[in-house]
């Protein structure tokens, strides 16, 4: 069983910053990209950044600049730095990982349940 959990969402002020983690456990043989995703009042879900797994990295226009996602492969972890939010940023962010595991050599996307983010103006 394969799960993914995300973590370090939280209220933050205009202008600040957060770290958002997500992990992944169970029975993986091997992870492609990892991406982060947000979702909330106002917008459906959007991608947010992703990275692959040579560290190519894509974001979105509205973060570029601000965002930086990395990776480490070896934790089955992936990280997203947020500086200088600004509320429109509120949203539910979600991790999603493309993982094979030992049942099937076939690629498949596992996503998180989500972490809030929360930005006062």
């Known amino acids: 069983q394969v799960q993914v959990v995300e973590s370090g969402g939280g209220l933050v002020q205009a202008g600040g910053s957060l770290r958002l983690s997500c992990v992944a456990s169970g029975s993986i043989s091997s992870i492609s990209d990892m991406g982060w995703y947000r979702e909330g009042p106002g917008k459906q879900r959007e991608l947010v950044a992703y990275i692959t797994s040579d560290d190519g990295t894509k974001y979105r226009d509205s973060v570029k600049g601000r965002f930086t996602i990395s990776r480490n492969s070896a934790e089955n972890t992936v990280h997203l730095q947020m500086n200088s939010l600004k509320p429109e940023d509120t949203s539910v962010y979600i991790c999603?990982?493309?993982?094979?595991?030992?049942?099937?050599?076939?690629?498949?996307?596992?996503w998180g349940k989500g972490t809030l983010v929360t930005v006062s103006s």
């Open positions: 999603c990982m493309t993982i094979a595991t030992g049942l099937s050599p076939s690629f498949t996307n596992y």
